[in-house]
């Protein structure tokens, strides 16, 4: 028989600063080497060694070691899920710079949670596959309907799940920025993969702000109906 889970262990691993900044800056779904780690916390190299053995330890992170350098990645979707559930209940920071106020509005408008679209673009492209009825909700699930099988498949979406895979296959997940929910798990995963690879959506040179690009803007309104005009999106 397993026991309770040790919340607070969890708790303590995430609460401490330096640590929130690194799994913060690790929550795009990239792996990260520990100097750029340490520059996202403000901290030095050795400080951010023994936060990061911690993290491992703790089971929020795993590494990996490539030539002299070693990287790291959140360990799993389910710490992606925590971070930004968490983030969701969270009072907001004041805004200190016109910088920071860009960068905020920029993760706010698309950005990459661990692995599938968040913000204002995957909260409006969530809504219309349910309204599409290319997804439905099912027992807090989502589930892929046959009319979003064929369509996703005939773009080139990945839609096939092992049963063997730990992850889930469609779940929403609660958008810190939005308030609702956007589509993780296998699926939203896929389908983020494949609008990458169409051009539709680049990443910016820092962070984990996506830029959604004039093909992007064109493709979303023609095969979901969701319309980008100025930063705000708006479904037909």
């Known amino acids: 028989m397993s026991s309770v889970p040790n919340i607070g262990e969890v708790a303590s691993l995430i ?6 900044a690194m799994l913060l800056s690790l929550l795009g779904g990239k792996s990260l ?12 190299p050795q400080t951010a060694s023994s936060h990061l053995a911690k ?7 795993v590494n990996e070691s490539y030539g002299r350098h070693r990287y790291y990645r959140l360990a799993n979707a389910e710490v992606a899920h925590a971070l930004e559930a968490l983030l969701a209940i969270a009072t907001p920071r004041p805004i200190r710079s016109l910088r920071e106020s ?22 409006a492209l969530t809504d219309q596959l349910l309204s599409l009825q290319m997804i439905k909700e099912a027992d807090q699930e989502f589930v892929l309907t046959e009319t979003g ?22 779940r929403p997940c609660l958008d ?4 609702r929910h956007h589509l993780a798990g296998v699926l939203g995963a896929s389908l983020t993969n494949r609008l990458f690879d169409l051009g539709w ?27 980008i005009s100025q930063g705000k999106e708006s479904v037909h």
């Open 176 to 179: 810190w920025s939005e308030r």
């Open 33 to 44: 080497p520990a100097s750029e780690l340490a520059r996202a916390a403000r901290i030095t």
């Open 55 to 61: 993290l491992v330890e703790g089971g929020l992170l």
């Open 201 to 227: 959506i680049e990443r910016l040179p820092e962070g984990r702000a996506i830029r959604l690009t004039p093909a992007g803007i064109a493709g979303l309104y023609e095969q979901f109906g969701v319309d």
């Open 149 to 170: 099988r064929q369509k996703l498949q005939s773009l080139g979406v990945d839609v096939e799940f092992s049963p063997k895979s730990r992850r889930r296959f469609a």
């Open 102 to 123: 860009d960068q905020v509005r920029a993760m706010r408008f698309a950005r990459t949670c661990y692995d599938h679209l968040a913000g204002e673009v995957g909260v």
């Open 15 to 20: 609460g401490e600063p330096s640590r929130v």
